[in-house]
Protein backbone atom coordinates (compact mmCIF):
# COMPACT_ATOMS: atom_id res chain seq x y z
CA UNK A 1 0.00 0.00 0.00
CA UNK A 2 2.69 2.22 1.05
CA UNK A 3 4.56 1.48 -2.08
CA UNK A 4 1.87 2.18 -4.50
CA UNK A 5 1.47 5.76 -2.74
CA UNK A 6 5.30 6.14 -3.37
CA UNK A 7 4.43 5.57 -6.83
CA UNK A 8 1.02 7.54 -7.40
CA UNK A 9 3.01 10.66 -5.34
CA UNK A 10 4.80 11.33 -8.37
CA UNK A 11 2.07 10.65 -11.14
CA UNK A 12 -0.30 13.49 -9.50
CA UNK A 13 0.17 14.43 -5.77
CA UNK A 14 3.70 15.73 -6.22
CA UNK A 15 3.63 15.41 -10.23
CA UNK A 16 7.39 17.01 -10.61
CA UNK A 17 6.28 19.08 -13.90
CA UNK A 18 2.72 19.90 -12.69
CA UNK A 19 2.68 20.05 -9.62
CA UNK A 20 6.15 20.58 -8.17
CA UNK A 21 7.60 22.47 -10.75
CA UNK A 22 11.07 20.90 -11.13
CA UNK A 23 13.24 20.63 -13.73
CA UNK A 24 11.73 23.25 -15.94
CA UNK A 25 14.65 23.60 -18.01
CA UNK A 26 14.38 20.19 -20.13
CA UNK A 27 10.25 20.48 -19.91
CA UNK A 28 10.45 24.07 -21.84
CA UNK A 29 13.26 22.98 -24.14
CA UNK A 30 12.71 19.76 -25.53
CA UNK A 31 8.76 19.42 -25.66
CA UNK A 32 8.42 21.05 -29.42
CA UNK A 33 7.51 17.35 -31.24
CA UNK A 34 6.39 14.36 -28.86
CA UNK A 35 8.92 12.09 -29.82
CA UNK A 36 11.54 14.41 -28.27
CA UNK A 37 9.19 14.53 -25.24
CA UNK A 38 8.75 10.91 -24.95
CA UNK A 39 12.27 10.25 -25.37
CA UNK A 40 13.67 12.76 -22.71
CA UNK A 41 11.15 11.47 -20.20
CA UNK A 42 12.54 8.03 -20.39
CA UNK A 43 15.93 8.67 -20.82
CA UNK A 44 15.34 11.09 -17.54
CA UNK A 45 13.00 8.20 -15.82
CA UNK A 46 16.00 5.25 -16.19
CA UNK A 47 18.63 7.83 -14.82
CA UNK A 48 16.27 8.58 -12.03
CA UNK A 49 15.62 4.80 -11.17
CA UNK A 50 19.27 3.89 -11.67
CA UNK A 51 20.69 7.03 -8.77
CA UNK A 52 17.69 6.45 -7.17
CA UNK A 53 18.64 2.64 -6.78
CA UNK A 54 22.79 3.15 -6.07
CA UNK A 55 21.95 6.11 -3.90
CA UNK A 56 19.68 4.26 -1.81
CA UNK A 57 22.04 1.10 -1.20
CA UNK A 58 25.05 3.44 -0.43
CA UNK A 59 23.44 6.03 1.48
CA UNK A 60 24.95 4.92 5.03
CA UNK A 61 28.31 4.86 3.55
CA UNK A 62 28.54 8.32 2.68
CA UNK A 63 29.35 10.97 4.62
CA UNK A 64 26.82 13.67 5.23
CA UNK A 65 29.01 16.55 4.20
CA UNK A 66 30.45 15.45 0.50
CA UNK A 67 26.68 13.78 0.21
CA UNK A 68 25.65 16.01 -2.84
CA UNK A 69 28.84 15.46 -5.01
CA UNK A 70 28.45 11.93 -4.92
CA UNK A 71 24.96 12.30 -5.73
CA UNK A 72 25.80 14.11 -8.31
CA UNK A 73 28.80 11.98 -9.52
CA UNK A 74 26.30 8.89 -9.67
CA UNK A 75 23.79 10.68 -11.39
CA UNK A 76 26.46 11.78 -14.04
CA UNK A 77 27.70 8.24 -14.31
CA UNK A 78 24.49 7.22 -15.55
CA UNK A 79 23.62 10.15 -17.44
CA UNK A 80 26.77 10.18 -19.77
CA UNK A 81 25.29 6.16 -20.12
CA UNK A 82 22.36 7.25 -21.84
CA UNK A 83 24.29 9.84 -23.53
CA UNK A 84 26.60 7.46 -25.31
CA UNK A 85 23.49 4.34 -25.41
CA UNK A 86 21.72 7.55 -27.50
CA UNK A 87 24.34 7.94 -30.12
CA UNK A 88 24.83 4.86 -30.63
CA UNK A 89 21.62 3.13 -31.06
CA UNK A 90 19.46 6.25 -31.86
CA UNK A 91 21.13 8.66 -33.45
CA UNK A 92 18.10 10.61 -34.90
CA UNK A 93 17.28 11.22 -31.35
CA UNK A 94 20.76 11.64 -29.74
CA UNK A 95 21.34 14.28 -32.59
CA UNK A 96 17.47 15.94 -31.66
CA UNK A 97 18.04 16.01 -28.11
CA UNK A 98 21.61 16.56 -28.18
CA UNK A 99 22.86 18.93 -25.39
CA UNK A 100 19.73 18.28 -23.27
CA UNK A 101 20.79 14.68 -22.68
CA UNK A 102 24.30 15.45 -21.17
CA UNK A 103 22.32 18.12 -19.40
CA UNK A 104 20.04 15.77 -17.35
CA UNK A 105 22.78 15.74 -15.16
CA UNK A 106 21.57 19.43 -13.23
CA UNK A 107 17.97 18.21 -13.77
CA UNK A 108 16.88 19.47 -10.22
CA UNK A 109 14.12 16.67 -10.45
CA UNK A 110 16.86 13.86 -10.11
CA UNK A 111 18.82 15.54 -7.56
CA UNK A 112 15.87 16.33 -6.01
CA UNK A 113 14.56 12.96 -5.01
CA UNK A 114 18.18 11.82 -4.34
CA UNK A 115 18.02 14.61 -1.47
CA UNK A 116 14.23 14.13 -0.46
CA UNK A 117 13.23 10.52 -0.81
CA UNK A 118 16.46 7.77 -1.76
CA UNK A 119 18.93 9.24 0.80
CA UNK A 120 15.92 8.70 3.55
CA UNK A 121 14.44 5.56 2.57
CA UNK A 122 14.87 2.33 1.47
CA UNK A 123 15.60 0.53 -1.47
CA UNK A 124 12.07 -1.01 -2.85
CA UNK A 125 10.69 2.62 -1.68
CA UNK A 126 13.05 4.52 -3.70
CA UNK A 127 12.51 2.49 -6.68
CA UNK A 128 8.48 3.12 -6.17
CA UNK A 129 9.05 6.96 -5.80
CA UNK A 130 11.78 6.58 -8.61
CA UNK A 131 8.96 5.38 -11.28
CA UNK A 132 6.49 6.99 -9.59
CA UNK A 133 7.95 10.73 -10.48
CA UNK A 134 9.58 9.42 -13.95
CA UNK A 135 6.28 8.44 -15.61
CA UNK A 136 4.93 11.66 -14.20
CA UNK A 137 7.73 13.77 -15.86
CA UNK A 138 7.18 11.28 -18.95
CA UNK A 139 3.31 11.92 -19.35
CA UNK A 140 3.53 15.50 -18.46
CA UNK A 141 6.30 15.88 -20.89
CA UNK A 142 4.05 13.89 -23.48
CA UNK A 143 0.85 16.35 -22.95
CA UNK A 144 2.91 19.49 -23.13
CA UNK A 145 4.70 18.20 -26.40
CA UNK A 146 1.26 16.60 -27.55
CA UNK A 147 -0.14 19.86 -27.13
CA UNK A 148 2.57 22.07 -28.77
CA UNK A 149 3.07 19.72 -31.55
CA UNK A 150 -0.26 19.99 -32.82
CA UNK A 151 -0.81 23.39 -32.44
CA UNK A 152 2.46 23.75 -33.86
CA UNK A 153 2.72 21.90 -36.95
CA UNK A 154 -0.52 20.27 -36.90
CA UNK A 155 1.31 16.71 -36.08
CA UNK A 156 1.74 14.45 -33.21
CA UNK A 157 4.66 11.85 -33.25
CA UNK A 158 5.64 13.27 -36.81
CA UNK A 159 2.78 12.29 -38.52
CA UNK A 160 0.64 14.78 -39.92
CA UNK A 161 -2.66 15.46 -38.16
CA UNK A 162 -4.61 18.38 -39.06
CA UNK A 163 -5.23 18.98 -42.81
CA UNK A 164 -3.56 21.73 -44.78
CA UNK A 165 -6.57 23.93 -43.80
CA UNK A 166 -4.49 23.92 -40.54
CA UNK A 167 -2.43 27.53 -40.59
CA UNK A 168 0.48 26.18 -37.92
CA UNK A 169 0.71 28.44 -35.32
CA UNK A 170 4.69 28.67 -34.90
CA UNK A 171 4.86 30.06 -31.91
CA UNK A 172 3.86 27.09 -30.38
CA UNK A 173 7.18 25.25 -31.41
CA UNK A 174 9.84 28.24 -30.11
CA UNK A 175 10.19 28.72 -26.21
CA UNK A 176 7.53 31.15 -26.18
CA UNK A 177 5.19 28.82 -26.57
CA UNK A 178 6.34 26.14 -24.07
CA UNK A 179 5.72 28.58 -21.54
CA UNK A 180 2.03 29.67 -23.09
CA UNK A 181 1.32 25.78 -22.54
CA UNK A 182 2.98 24.64 -19.39
CA UNK A 183 1.08 27.97 -17.82
CA UNK A 184 -2.14 26.79 -19.42
CA UNK A 185 -1.77 23.42 -18.41
CA UNK A 186 -0.43 23.65 -14.65
CA UNK A 187 -3.76 26.16 -14.36
CA UNK A 188 -5.51 23.42 -15.52
CA UNK A 189 -4.49 21.00 -13.40
CA UNK A 190 -5.13 23.06 -10.46
CA UNK A 191 -8.26 23.63 -10.93
CA UNK A 192 -9.15 20.28 -11.27
CA UNK A 193 -7.36 19.42 -8.00
CA UNK A 194 -8.85 22.39 -5.93
CA UNK A 195 -11.88 21.05 -7.33
CA UNK A 196 -11.46 17.20 -6.28
CA UNK A 197 -9.27 17.45 -3.29
CA UNK A 198 -10.95 19.77 -0.43
CA UNK A 199 -8.17 20.17 0.79
CA UNK A 200 -8.05 17.79 3.52
CA UNK A 201 -4.07 16.76 3.35
CA UNK A 202 -1.88 19.90 4.42
CA UNK A 203 0.70 21.25 2.25
CA UNK B 1 34.80 10.80 12.73
CA UNK B 2 32.32 10.25 10.00
CA UNK B 3 32.86 13.51 8.61
CA UNK B 4 37.28 13.36 8.63
CA UNK B 5 38.48 14.92 5.57
CA UNK B 6 40.43 11.36 5.20
CA UNK B 7 37.28 9.95 4.91
CA UNK B 8 35.19 12.65 2.24
CA UNK B 9 38.47 12.19 0.45
CA UNK B 10 37.85 8.49 0.19
CA UNK B 11 34.49 8.53 -0.59
CA UNK B 12 34.89 10.92 -3.47
CA UNK B 13 37.80 8.76 -4.72
CA UNK B 14 36.27 5.76 -4.94
CA UNK B 15 32.85 6.96 -6.31
CA UNK B 16 34.93 8.74 -8.76
CA UNK B 17 37.04 5.52 -9.74
CA UNK B 18 33.95 3.19 -10.07
CA UNK B 19 32.02 5.44 -11.92
CA UNK B 20 35.37 5.68 -14.20
CA UNK B 21 35.86 1.90 -14.51
CA UNK B 22 31.90 1.51 -15.95
CA UNK B 23 31.81 4.24 -18.13
CA UNK B 24 35.39 2.85 -19.67
CA UNK B 25 33.29 -0.06 -20.28
CA UNK B 26 30.23 1.57 -22.12
CA UNK B 27 32.62 3.58 -23.82
CA UNK B 28 34.35 0.70 -25.29
CA UNK B 29 30.80 -1.08 -26.03
CA UNK B 30 29.37 1.88 -27.54
CA UNK B 31 31.97 3.76 -29.99
CA UNK B 32 32.26 1.14 -32.73
CA UNK B 33 28.35 2.09 -33.56
CA UNK B 34 29.17 5.86 -33.19
CA UNK B 35 31.63 5.67 -35.68
CA UNK B 36 29.45 3.71 -38.21
CA UNK B 37 26.95 6.35 -37.32
CA UNK B 38 29.25 9.30 -38.38
CA UNK B 39 30.69 7.37 -41.36
CA UNK B 40 26.76 7.21 -42.65
CA UNK B 41 26.05 10.79 -41.77
CA UNK B 42 29.17 12.11 -43.63
CA UNK B 43 28.50 10.20 -46.75
CA UNK B 44 24.55 11.49 -46.72
CA UNK B 45 26.29 14.52 -46.39
CA UNK B 46 28.75 14.52 -49.25
CA UNK B 47 25.58 12.89 -51.53
CA UNK B 48 23.93 16.65 -50.19
CA UNK B 49 26.34 18.92 -51.05
CA UNK B 50 27.14 17.27 -54.16
CA UNK B 51 23.87 17.29 -56.18
CA UNK B 52 24.11 14.73 -59.41
CA UNK B 53 27.18 12.83 -57.76
CA UNK B 54 26.32 9.27 -57.57
CA UNK B 55 29.76 8.28 -56.42
CA UNK B 56 32.70 9.88 -54.76
CA UNK B 57 36.24 9.59 -53.62
CA UNK B 58 38.32 10.43 -50.42
CA UNK B 59 41.19 12.34 -51.83
CA UNK B 60 43.98 13.62 -49.90
CA UNK B 61 45.59 16.75 -50.55
CA UNK B 62 48.53 18.42 -48.40
CA UNK B 63 46.96 16.79 -45.62
CA UNK B 64 43.45 17.69 -46.22
CA UNK B 65 41.04 15.24 -47.24
CA UNK B 66 38.64 16.30 -50.14
CA UNK B 67 35.71 14.19 -51.65
CA UNK B 68 35.37 14.80 -55.20
CA UNK B 69 32.04 13.64 -56.60
CA UNK B 70 31.47 11.96 -59.69
CA UNK B 71 28.72 11.45 -61.76
CA UNK B 72 27.55 8.66 -63.78
CA UNK B 73 29.44 9.08 -66.86
CA UNK B 74 32.88 9.21 -64.19
CA UNK B 75 33.05 12.84 -64.42
CA UNK B 76 33.90 14.91 -61.43
CA UNK B 77 31.55 17.32 -61.00
CA UNK B 78 32.45 19.01 -57.37
CA UNK B 79 34.51 18.87 -54.37
CA UNK B 80 33.48 18.66 -50.72
CA UNK B 81 35.38 19.53 -48.07
CA UNK B 82 34.53 19.00 -44.07
CA UNK B 83 35.43 22.28 -42.59
CA UNK B 84 36.09 22.94 -38.78
CA UNK B 85 35.53 26.15 -36.66
CA UNK B 86 34.83 27.33 -33.87
CA UNK B 87 31.28 28.36 -32.96
CA UNK B 88 28.91 30.04 -30.48
CA UNK B 89 29.59 27.33 -28.19
CA UNK B 90 32.53 24.30 -28.83
CA UNK B 91 32.92 23.50 -32.79
CA UNK B 92 30.96 23.50 -35.79
CA UNK B 93 31.53 20.74 -38.26
CA UNK B 94 30.08 21.56 -41.56
CA UNK B 95 30.20 19.65 -45.76
CA UNK B 96 30.89 22.43 -47.89
CA UNK B 97 30.00 21.04 -51.77
CA UNK B 98 31.33 23.50 -53.95
CA UNK B 99 32.18 23.04 -58.22
CA UNK B 100 36.13 24.43 -58.09
CA UNK B 101 35.52 25.13 -62.44
CA UNK B 102 32.51 27.30 -61.80
CA UNK B 103 33.71 28.76 -58.51
CA UNK B 104 30.52 28.51 -56.73
CA UNK B 105 29.34 26.51 -53.52
CA UNK B 106 26.74 23.73 -54.07
CA UNK B 107 25.04 23.86 -50.88
CA UNK B 108 26.36 22.93 -47.01
CA UNK B 109 25.14 20.81 -44.53
CA UNK B 110 25.98 21.20 -40.88
CA UNK B 111 27.11 17.97 -39.12
CA UNK B 112 28.15 18.74 -35.89
CA UNK B 113 27.60 21.45 -33.38
CA UNK B 114 26.75 22.18 -30.05
CA UNK B 115 24.74 25.72 -30.46
CA UNK B 116 21.76 26.91 -28.41
CA UNK B 117 18.43 24.64 -29.29
CA UNK B 118 16.04 27.08 -30.37
CA UNK B 119 18.28 29.84 -31.39
CA UNK B 120 21.95 28.86 -33.33
CA UNK B 121 20.86 25.20 -33.76
CA UNK B 122 18.89 26.58 -36.21
CA UNK B 123 22.13 26.66 -38.43
CA UNK B 124 21.57 23.35 -39.05
CA UNK B 125 17.86 24.03 -40.78
CA UNK B 126 16.75 24.21 -44.64
CA UNK B 127 16.16 28.06 -45.06
CA UNK B 128 19.98 28.88 -43.36
CA UNK B 129 21.37 25.88 -45.19
CA UNK B 130 19.75 27.24 -48.22
CA UNK B 131 21.75 30.58 -47.94
CA UNK B 132 24.43 28.67 -49.79
CA UNK B 133 23.23 27.17 -52.46
CA UNK B 134 24.53 28.26 -55.68
CA UNK B 135 26.26 31.05 -54.19
CA UNK B 136 29.36 32.03 -56.22
CA UNK B 137 32.53 31.95 -54.20
CA UNK B 138 33.72 35.10 -52.42
CA UNK B 139 33.63 37.05 -49.30
CA UNK B 140 30.27 36.87 -47.68
CA UNK B 141 28.09 39.57 -45.52
CA UNK B 142 26.36 38.42 -42.99
CA UNK B 143 22.90 40.78 -43.08
CA UNK B 144 19.56 41.27 -40.70
CA UNK B 145 17.80 41.27 -43.34
CA UNK B 146 16.70 38.72 -46.60
CA UNK B 147 19.84 38.79 -48.82
CA UNK B 148 19.83 40.82 -52.21
CA UNK B 149 23.04 40.16 -53.57
CA UNK B 150 24.38 36.37 -53.53
CA UNK B 151 27.28 37.90 -51.39
CA UNK B 152 24.77 38.07 -48.55
CA UNK B 153 23.78 35.67 -45.98
CA UNK B 154 20.56 36.56 -44.24
CA UNK B 155 21.50 35.64 -40.30
CA UNK B 156 19.33 33.09 -38.14
CA UNK B 157 17.44 35.81 -35.77
CA UNK B 158 18.83 35.63 -32.25
CA UNK B 159 21.40 33.88 -33.49
CA UNK B 160 24.17 36.14 -35.71
CA UNK B 161 26.85 34.91 -33.95
CA UNK B 162 26.19 31.69 -34.69
CA UNK B 163 25.46 32.66 -38.30
CA UNK B 164 29.03 34.53 -38.70
CA UNK B 165 30.58 31.94 -37.10
CA UNK B 166 29.62 29.25 -39.97
CA UNK B 167 29.60 31.90 -42.40
CA UNK B 168 33.51 32.25 -41.98
CA UNK B 169 33.80 28.31 -42.29
CA UNK B 170 32.88 27.98 -45.21
CA UNK B 171 34.83 30.96 -46.42
CA UNK B 172 37.75 28.92 -45.28
CA UNK B 173 36.90 25.47 -46.83
CA UNK B 174 36.56 27.78 -49.97
CA UNK B 175 39.82 28.78 -49.76
CA UNK B 176 41.48 25.36 -49.25
CA UNK B 177 39.30 24.09 -52.17
CA UNK B 178 40.50 26.63 -54.36
CA UNK B 179 44.46 26.40 -53.15
CA UNK B 180 44.27 22.61 -53.65
CA UNK B 181 42.19 22.76 -56.89
CA UNK B 182 43.18 26.07 -58.63
CA UNK B 183 39.70 27.29 -59.25
CA UNK B 184 38.99 29.20 -62.61
CA UNK B 185 41.83 28.29 -64.57
Given at each position: ?????????????????????????????????????????????????????????????????????SYILVIAT??????????????????????????????????????????????????????????????????????????????????????????PMVIMVLPAGAFISLGILVGIMNYITKNTTRDTHCH | MNNSTGRLILTLTVLGLVSAFILAFVFQWTLPYIIKHQAKAQERA????????????????????????????????GVAIKATGGGFQGMITVMVGTDPEAEKVYGIQVLEHQETPGLGAFITGEKYEANFIDKPFGDYKVVKRPATSPYEVEAISGATISSTKVTSIVEKAIKDIQRAYGGGA
Open positions: MQLLNDFKNGLWNENPTFRLVIGMCPVLAVTNTMTNGLAMGLATTFVLLASEIVISLIKKLIPNDVRIPFVTFVDYFLKAFFPPIAASLSLFVPLIVVNCLILGRAEAFASKNPLHRSIADSLGMGFGFTWALLLLSAVRELLGMGSMFGIQILGAWYQ | VFAVLPGASDYKEVEKDGQVFFEGFDQSGKRI
